[in-house]
Every structure is written in structure tokens, then in C-alpha cells.
């Protein structure tokens, strides 16, 4: 600042006015060699003086003295916030009208060129000796640089501060005790506070990780900057922001004197991060759950994924990044023909990038067990269509193909029965038509073409009591059993033929029959050969029977004229006509077995005439071995000639009973009793009969059983046992 | 009485004897038991069913529609003769004097 002497009028000096003026204002006076621009004006404004530096300034030379030309020798004025200064108002004006200084006031110069310039104007009245102003005087100094300066620090804090309270960035200003000391509106609108809310508290108390925020102040502390560093804000309203915090300290002197945060809100970004990562996992999860092997490749064919069932699968791991197309260890053609990796359909699918359905190939696991498996690789392409990689699904078809290999396999084997079998096989419909025929019954109906009789009724192969049997077969069928009869059938040349038909439900799935299987079963050959065997066994008895009428012929004839006892003749008869009934029993049962009961009853029916009440015979039904039955027959005809003649059979008040069961175990026994009461007193015969030799042998020996005979003065008792094989009991 | 088996017929012949037979007429086969009846007319008969290998029926049929009772003796049983001869008299070869006696009272009384 240079102040401007008083121009006071010296008492009585030696300086002169004028010399003064020259020293002042001369070319080479005083003022013009300050780096100041000084002018005077008269009281009415009128321009006195002014030095160089003044006209350097103002861009323009005045004219001294003229009258208009007031107050200031500038173009143009303004006031610093740019509105015009007219000449009037100037500070210069203002003094001269009121007499007073006027300091460090600012102006804008316009110059005539058009440029400005920017003045610290001082002014100070002029007055004489009276007291009486005279004019002033106007001291200014080019302060355009540090207007300039000042302006733009201004601008550039007004920006700041725009910025900080305007500025879509988050933002707080924390002190060194961590006190928040000021905060944006943007943060505001982030957490929801208002200003007050925020100001003056702690930051720790708005960060929900006090782990985060204590390392955050640690950080700052130690002149280290903050970027993007990860921290939870806690909201008005209790939610959490996810934020990233980039911040620094700003330092004056060594002094911490506050942290800038720039908070930036990443919830959004996070929840994208979290869906993503979670959309991953589900699909990583996906890839490992799905039961198909499922492998990734990059652009360039390199695996870079697989699951679990592709390992699996592959029977090895492919190494992740250098593999490539497939992770198997070789690979073939369905034929058989090798695959060369680079050719295998994932391949295809990356070079042709498109998606390819279902092809068939073969792999080889290192074990040498090869699997064969569709493949369904499908190129993955970002959102530009640019080829990323490839997924491919491989589906294991083994279990498939081995399945389609034996069912085909069964399929064949089920045809080679059907043709190979003697048996006429047809299938019918729930109603009993036809449906299809095998060779052998096509051949068996006598008919060139299987179509004329398909859908025919089954029942039309039957007439009489065999078609009511075919009905009733077809019946049990169709309520999921089977039928079986046995029936003849003429062929339409007259060919007599016999059936063993067996009628079988097909079921479905859910267990309902579906359709009926029909086997049958040619059987004229067995069915003649029965007849032939009956026709023998006919006339087997015939001869055995004529044979043993020829035998009593002879004996009869012989005794008589032999002079024997008509009663000697009646016994022999008797044991063979017991024979013969013996002989009865099993040709009725086929010479196989009899039934035990009924032999019993015959033999004993003679001895019995007239005192079917005395004869009580009781057991089961046993039916015993054909060589037994003629043995046992033998025996029980002497029992009771025995019983007839001597024991309780000849009197009156005598009575028989006959008891037998079946012991049944590892070896069945036939226990019988025979026991005698009320007739006459028993005395043990002295002399052993034809008939008790013929048990006791028989029973020992013959049928390796045991016979315990009792001759008790009651009546006579026989306990026998016999054993009965049980694959010889009928 | 009709039966091929000569020491069977000798036996049957001895029975009707002794049950008191005035007149026995005997014939080995279908034929000679034809001619037989055409001959003679006897009050009851006596037919052995298989006559070596051939079936005695149509005697038992010629009878039946003259009206001659008679018995069949068969080593068979009755299932060897036909149903619509199950009502006559059946005797199981061999059978005794008392068989044959109640078998031909049996025929008599029907």
C-alpha cells in the first residue's frame, strides 16, 4: 500500500507550489516513478493530474481540465460482481462529495481495447487551509492477477462446495477423534439422516462392522489412503448399506485435520454380486445334482469344468485349462471306429458353434470298459454373440443299450420258442378271439394263411361238453387265474386229435389282464396211449380172471372126483375167490393201489351176510401198494374164515371189530387191530394153521411189518403194522 | 350158456346142474350162441361178455328183445359192459354156486 503525501501548502518554505508540482508531476517527478497509477480531480471531478501509469491503466489519455471527464479517467467501470460503475458513483465521486477517504475499494477498469483490469483504488480529499475541499486525490494499483487468483479460488471453493453438498458422491469429512465434522447431502439421502443427526457424532457409531471402521482409523492414522474399502453404514431406518469407502487424510503441517470419505453405496452392486455368486452356486449345485456327466469348455475347447458324474463317466479326471473337447481317455463311433477328440461332437459343437442333439459315441474308461452315451454339447455365447465356451451334457445310454440288447435278445429267444414249440400257442383278446397263432398251430388248424381264422372265437374250435369246458377255462382267465381243460378236436380233414388246453391271463403293468395266452398241448398220442393201457389192464383182468374161474374149474373137478369133502372144496374157493377180489380192487384203481377200507369190507361182506350190526370196521381212508393189497386181502379172508368158524363170527352174540389209522412220520405205518369178543371161550390152537403161517410170513417177511397175536379167553386179538411207503400211497 | 373158456363153461354148467337145470345149452361164440337161440329157447342165459376178443352184446341184445332173462359173467366188472346193460345181473368171474344162484334168481324176478 503507498500512500500519497498531503499536498499541504508549506508555511513561508522554500519550496515552491510549482516546484512541488514540477517534483511531482514533471516527467521525471516523483510519481511517475511509483508503480503506482495516481490522478487528482478538482472538487467538481474535473481531472488535474494523473501520472503514466494511470493512462497505462485506464488504456487511454484524458484530457486535463475537461469538463467531461469526471471523477475517473476510465472507458468503463464495474463492480466486482460485474454490474456497471457509472462514473458518478465511483469511489472518487463519492469522496468528493462527501469529503471523505475512501480505502481499498475495488473496481473494474474496462480500457477502450476491451480488456479489464482489476484496481485497489484509495482515495483521499484534498483540502486548503480552511478546511475546504479543494479536489482529491485517487491512488490505484493493478490488482487483476490476484483478483484473478482470488476469483478463481472462489469459484474453485464455490465448486468444492457445490460439489460436497450437491455431489452425487457420498461424503463426510471425520476429525481425528473420529467425530463426524461434516457430511453431504447425498450421504444424508443414502443413510436417511438429516444433517443434525449425523454432525458431531462419532463415525464408529454409524458403521455396523466396529471391526472395519477401527481398522479404517487405524489406516487413516497411519497416513495410509483408503480405496474402495468394503464397510457396512447403518441406516436410519436400521438396514445396512453396503459401501465402498475411499478416503484420505488431509494434512496441514504434519496436522491430521480432518479424513475425506468419498462413501460409495455398492448394496446394489453387492445383492448383484451375492444373486450371481448364488445364481452360480445354484448352478454349480444344478451341474453336481443332475445325474448327467455335464463338462464346460472355454472358447478354445479347454476344459475348464465338470461334475461328479462326469468323472464318473469319463473314469478319470481331465486336467482343468489343458485338456481339451472331451475328458475321456478315448473315444469311438458306435461302430467301433476310433474318434479322434478333436473330431467328438463337443468339438463339432465349438468349431461350427452350434448346438448338437443327441449324438451317439462310445467312450473307453482307462479300466478298458467302454460305455456308450449321447452327447449334447451346446456353445455358450456372451451377450455380444461372441463364443465363450461350451457346455455338453453326456448321457450314459449302457444300461439302455444292454437293456434294448436283451430285450431284443428275449424278444428273439421268445420268437425261437414260439417257433421251435410243438405246442400251438395263441394269444387272444379278453373276449377270446384270436389274435395270433405260432407255426405249430397254424399247422395244427390245417390253414395256409393265419389271417383267415385271426379274430375267429376261440370257442369255435370246441363243440359239446369241451366248449362249455373252454368257457369255463376262459372264465377263470379272466378273472386273472388260470384254466385248464382237456378236449378233442377234429381238424377239418377229419383228423381226430386231444387237447390239454391251459388258458393263462397276460397281465399288464398294474397287474389286470390284458389278453389270454392259450398253450395246447397235443395230447391224442398220451390219450391214445391210455386207452391202450386201459384196453390192457381190461384185458389183463379178463385173463386173470378167466384164470382164476379155470383154476376153481379144475380144483372143483379135482376134489370131487377125487373124493374129497365138499367143505375142503369150500375153503379152497373161498381163498380163491378172495384172490380174485383182491385182484378187483386194483385193476378198478389201475393196478396201483387200493383203497384199504373197501378191501376190508369185501373180504369180510361174505361172513358179514345177515350181521352187518356185528362187524364194525372204522378208520381212514388208506390207500395201500398193490402187492400189499393182495397180501393184506389173503390175510384178512383167514382172519375171518377164522373168526366164522371158531371164533366170535360163529355165535350169535360174538361181535368183530376192525380198528386202523395211519401213523404218520419218516417211515407211515399202517397200525390195525383186530379184535374179537362174545364168542365162544379162545383156546391157543396147538397145531399153527395154514392161515396163521400165512399172516405171520406175509406180515414179516412180505410187507416187513409185525403181527402180535393174542388168543385171550375173550376173543382172539391181532395187532398189525404195517409200513406204507409214502410215495406208494395214491 | 355162452363161454369160449372150455374148463370155465365145464365149472358154470356144473352149477346150473346142481341148482337144478334141466336142459344146458352151451355156445363158444356169437355165432354158434345165434344159432343156438334160433334152435332152442332157453328160460335163462348165461353170457361170459368177451368171447375171445368179441363182445357178447348182441346176444344180450337178441334176448333182451325176446324177452329171455340171463346173467353176464365177466372177469371186467361192470366196466366193461355198457351202460344200457347195467341193470341186469353182473357176476364177477370167478364167482361161487351162491353167486350164481342169487345173480340168476335176480334175472328171473325182473
Redesign the interface.
Not at chain 2, 74 to 77: E, V
Given at each position: 500500500m503507498h500512500h500519497v503525501v498531503p499536498h499541504h501548502r508549506p508555511d513561508g518554505g522554500t519550496i515552491t507550489p510549482d516546484t512541488l508540482h514540477q517534483a511531482l508531476w514533471s516527467e521525471e517527478g516523483l510519481l511517475e516513478t511509483l508503480p503506482v497509477a495516481v490522478y487528482t480531480c478538482d472538487a467538481e471531478g474535473t481531472i488535474t493530474h494523473y501520472n503514466r501509469r494511470a493512462a497505462e491503466f485506464w488504456g487511454r489519455a484524458p484530457q486535463i481540465g475537461d469538463k467531461d471527464e469526471r471523477f475517473c479517467g476510465a472507458f468503463r467501470l464495474f463492480l466486482s460482481d460485474g454490474t456497471v460503475l457509472a462514473h458518478a458513483d465511483t469511489p472518487m465521486a463519492h469522496t468528493l462529495l462527501t469529503a471523505q477517504p475512501q480505502h481499498n475499494k475495488e473496481v473494474w477498469i474496462e480500457r477502450p481495447d476491451g480488456t479489464r483490469m482489476a484496481a485497489l483504488v484509495n482515495i483521499n480529499p484534498l483540502l486548503d487551509e480552511n478546511g475546504r475541499l479543494i479536489g482529491a486525490v485517487n491512488c490505484f494499483q493493478d490488482i487483476t492477477l490476484r483478483k484473478r487468483t482470488e476469483d478463481a479460488l472462489q469459484r474453485r471453493e464455490a465448486e468444492l462446495t457445490d460439489f460436497f453438498e450437491n455431489g452425487a458422491i457420498a461424503m463426510h469429512w471425520v476429525g481425528p477423534d473420529g467425530i463426524i465434522l461434516r457430511v453431504n447431502r447425498a450421504e444424508l439421502a443414502m443413510l436417511g439422516y438429516t444433517e443434525k443427526e449425523v454432525v458431531g457424532r462419532h463415525i464408529s457409531e454409524f458403521h455396523a462392522d466396529q471391526d472395519a471402521i477401527a481398522d479404517i482409523l487405524r489406516k487413516l492414522a497411519d497416513g495410509e489412503a483408503l480405496h474402495n474399502y468394503e464397510a457396512q453404514l447403518i441406516c436410519k431406518d436400521s438396514s445396512i448399506r453396503e459401501v465402498a469407502i475411499s478416503s484420505s487424510v488431509f494434512w496441514e503441517d504434519d496436522r491430521f485435520v480432518h479424513t475425506r470419505c468419498f462413501t460409495l453405496d455398492i448394496t446394489q452392486q453387492k445383492r448383484a454380486e451375492k444373486l450371481l455368486r448364488s445364481n452360480e452356486q445354484r448352478l454349480r449345485q444344478l451341474l453336481g445334482a443332475i445325474p448327467a456327466a455335464i463338462y464346460t469348455t472355454d472358447a478354445e475347447g479347454r476344459i475348464i469344468s465338470y461334475n461328479q458324474t462326469a468323472t464318473e463317466l469319463w473314469g478319470c479326471c481331465p486336467r482343468l485349462g489343458e485338456d481339451s473337447w472331451c475328458g475321456s481317455w478315448r473315444l469311438y463311433w458306435p461302430d467301433g471306429t476310433p474318434m479322434p477328440h478333436d473330431q467328438c461332437p463337443m468339438a463339432v459343437a465349438l468349431k461350427e458353434e452350434r448346438p448338437i442333439r443327441s449324438v451317439e459315441a462310445v467312450l473307453e474308461k482307462p479300466d478298458g470298459e467302454r460305455v456308450p452315451f449321447l452327447a449334447y454339447p451346446t456353445p455358450l455365447k456372451d451377450d455380444d454373440g461372441k463364443l465363450v465356451g461350451a457346455i455338453n451334457m453326456m448321457v450314459d445310454i449302457s444300461k439302455h443299450k444292454r437293456a434294448q440288447e436283451a430285450l431284443h435278445a428275449s424278444e428273439e429267444f421268445s420268437r425261437s420258442i414260439l417257433r421251435a414249440s410243438r405246442d400251438c400257442i395263441k394269444v387272444l383278446d379278453l373276449d377270446a378271439r384270436l389274435l395270433s397263432i405260432n407255426e405249430c398251430g397254424r399247422s395244427y388248424l390245417e390253414v395256409e394263411d393265419v389271417s383267415a381264422i385271426l379274430n375267429t372265437s376261440y370257442f369255435e374250435f370246441w363243440s359239446g361238453e369241451d366248449r362249455f369246458a373252454a368257457e369255463r377255462a376262459v372264465e377263470r382267465a379272466q378273472e386273472g387265474r388260470v384254466g385248464r381243460f382237456t378236449a378233442h378236436y377234429r381238424t377239418p380233414s377229419g383228423k381226430d386229435s386231444w387237447w390239454d388246453e391251459i388258458v393263462t391271463p397276460i397281465l399288464s403293468p398294474s397287474g389286470k389282464p390284458e389278453r389270454l395266452l392259450v398253450i395246447s398241448r397235443e395230447i391224442t398220442e398220451a390219450k391214445r396211449a391210455e386207452e391202450q393201457r386201459e384196453l390192457l389192464i381190461a384185458e389183463l383182468n379178463h385173463r386173470v380172471k378167466n384164470t382164476l374161474a379155470t383154476v376153481q374149474s379144475i380144483a372143483v373137478h379135482s376134489l370131487r372126483n377125487g373124493g374129497v369133502s365138499d367143505s375142503v372144496a369150500a375153503v379152497f374157493e373161498g381163498r380163491l375167490l378172495a384172490l380174485s377180489r383182491a385182484h378187483d380192487h386194483l385193476s378198478s384203481a389201475g393196478w396201483k393201489s387200493a383203497d384199504f377200507g373197501s378191501i376190508l369190507s369185501d373180504v369180510l361182506q361174505p361172513f358179514g351176510s345177515g350181521k352187518a350190526d356185528r362187524v364194525q370196521l372204522r378208520g381212514p381212508s388208506v390207500h395201500v401198494p398193490a402187492g400189499a393189497a393182495v397180501a393184506l386181502t389173503m390175510i384178512f379172508h383167514e382172519l375171518a374164515t377164522n373168526a366164522a368158524k371158531y371164533g366170535a363170527l360163529s355165535a350169535d352174540t360174538g361181535y368183530l371189530t376192525v380198528r386202523w389209522k395211519m401213523a404218520i412220520g419218516a417211515n407211515p405205518t399202517l397200525r390195525l387191530s383186530w379184535r374179537e369178543c362174545g364168542g365162544p371161550a379162545v383156546e391157543r390152537p396147538a397145531r399153527m394153521g395154514f392161515g396163521r403161517r400165512l399172516l405171520e410170513r406175509t406180515i414179516a417177511q412180505q410187507l416187513n411189518g409185525r403181527a402180535k397175536l393174542r388168543f385171550a379167553p375173550p376173543g382172539f386179538r391181532c395187532i398189525l403194522e404195517v409200513p406204507i411207503p409214502a410215495d406208494q400211497r395214491a | 350158456l355162452v363161454e369160449d373158456?372150455a374148463?370155465?363153461a365145464?365149472?358154470i354148467e356144473?352149477m346150473l346142474a346142481e341148482l337144478g337145470c334141466a336142459s344146458i345149452w352151451h355156445a363158444g361164440s356169437v355165432e354158434q350162441a345165434l344159432r343156438l337161440l334160433r334152435e332152442r329157447w332157453p328160460t335163462v342165459g348165461v353170457l361170459d361178455v368177451?368171447l375171445a376178443g368179441e363182445a357178447v352184446f348182441p346176444i344180450a341184445e337178441y334176448m333182451h328183445e325176446a324177452r329171455i332173462p340171463f346173467v353176464f359173467a365177466?372177469?371186467?366188472?361192470s366196466?366193461?359192459i355198457p351202460e344200457i346193460w347195467h341193470s341186469k345181473a353182473i357176476l364177477?368171474?370167478?364167482?361161487?354156486l351162491e353167486h350164481l344162484r342169487a345173480g340168476l334168481q335176480a334175472s328171473l324176478d325182473h
Open positions: - | 373158456e374148463m370155465v365145464m365149472l356144473d368177451n365177466t372177469g371186467y366188472g366196466s366193461g364177477r368171474k370167478p364167482f361161487t
